[in-house]
């Protein structure tokens, strides 16, 4: 299906270069414009360049955009998850629906 | 990374954060068992994902088989992509990341001479803004989906999407194999039900009382339909309220209900679940409500 788009924790990225992904996570640091570093639901850290400026970042959030194959990823949007969201247990939510995919995925 | 889906806990989630896997509003599950399908369907709100909803096939009514089950109205998590407000209704576009879908939501006015009114919590549906939708799924002449929205309420906790996606692969495990103690019953697993499990009727059926997922999940006897003051509830919203537009006011609920050893509290907690479950609506201001079955 064209408007899937895979729901990643972080290492696995570079499974996905040049496929538009969600990837949720914390937020490390800012640039105050396009670069946020951000750590991912299984600990590793990926850097996101947004083709515009973002702001008033919470503690976590979501994006999607594309995987570069320097292991960055391009972000397009960008939803606030707030300062309680907890990425522990979205990560092993993710497991879980990795072992479901097809319910998820066509 | 510790723990599993039981051992790494979703108990500790319980009704007060707003959302979570044992929760009313959050998730979790109930079913009637065959020999309920007599007596009466009770209607369910099916956790689903975008991509279950435009895969879903025509049932023999009015309903759409998703993974092999009937399901009345469904509950989805996803982020608003497109909004457009017309005279009557609310068009959304909206996506999981699984797929992409329009939803449908009519406003509904006080009278036929008055332009219909936006809730408050309606207009703040803004673009980029993750919604929990309950909804029928509606099919056109090419069988592409829709949504008919009963509810669209903006989530502030985004934890309820975690629950969501765990709700969605319990609800298709459930539907494929057969709920957990369901052999102790003498139910075959995969044996046609009247409804999926739904998110209507897990609260207080022991769930939100678990410490442990895996543990709830085992010693729950889910083979029962809503907990008895939701259904009283609904059973006076049905009963009196179908014949009129308005519905039925909060002030006779609780007459019929106070004699049957209701108190207002568990009364109007119940309106509440039911409300966010979509079981019923409220009309023309929120002390008056009918079934989404009417």
Request: charged share 20%; aromatic share 6%.
């Amino acid at each position: 299906m064209d408007t899937f788009k895979a729901r990643l924790a972080g290492s696995d990225l570079n499974d996905h270069v040049d496929e538009t992904v969600v990837l949720v996570g914390e937020v490390l640091s800012h640039d105050g414009s396009t670069v946020v570093d951000m750590q991912a639901a299984d600990g590793s850290n990926v850097r996101v360049i947004f083709d515009a400026a973002v702001s008033d970042l919470t503690k976590c959030i979501e994006v999607t955009g594309k995987v570069n194959a320097d292991g960055t990823m391009t972000g397009w949007t960008m939803s606030n998850f707030g300062d309680n969201f907890d990425l522990k247990k979205y990560g092993e939510a993710l497991k879980v629906m990795d072992a479901h995919r097809g319910i998820f995925q066509g | 990374m510790d723990g599993g889906f039981g051992g790494g806990g979703f108990g500790d989630y319980n009704t007060s954060n707003g959302g979570g896997f044992m929760t009313g509003e959050g998730g979790g599950f109930s079913s009637q068992s065959p020999a309920d399908a007599g007596i009466k369907r009770i209607s369910t709100v099916t956790p689903v994902c975008v991509k279950q909803v435009k895969d879903a096939q025509r049932g023999d009514d009015t309903s759409f088989i998703v993974n092999g089950v009937a399901v009345d109205k469904v509950a989805l998590v996803a982020v608003i992509r497109n909004v457009q407000q017309k005279a009557t209704r609310i068009s959304y576009n909206v996506e999981d990341h699984t797929g992409l879908i329009d939803v449908m939501q009519y406003l509904s006015g006080g009278d036929d001479e008055e332009e219909p009114q936006v809730p408050e919590e309606v207009a703040q549906n803004r673009e980029g803004r993750y919604v929990r939708i309950v909804a029928s799924i509606r099919a056109g002449e090419d069988d592409s989906k829709r949504l008919n929205a009963f509810l669209i309420t903006p989530i502030d906790d985004h934890n309820e999407l975690t629950y969501h996606f765990l709700n969605v692969v319990y609800a298709n495990l459930v539907s494929s194999h057969g709920i957990l103690g369901e052999r102790k019953l003498g139910l075959q697993a995969g044996q046609p039900r009247g409804s999926q499990p739904s998110q209507a009727g897990m609260a207080g059926q022991g769930m939100g009382t678990a410490t442990n997922g895996a543990t709830a999940f085992n010693n729950t006897p889910m083979d029962t339909g809503l907990p008895r003051n939701l259904q009283a509830v609904l059973n006076v919203i049905q009963t009196e309220g179908s014949a009129s537009e308005t519905g039925v006011g909060m002030s006779t609920i609780l007459d019929r209900l106070r004699p049957q050893g209701f108190n207002e509290p568990q009364i109007r907690s119940a309106v509440e679940e039911l409300l966010n479950e979509g079981q019923v609506y409220s009309t023309v201001d929120d002390d008056h409500f009918k079934s989404t079955d009417d």
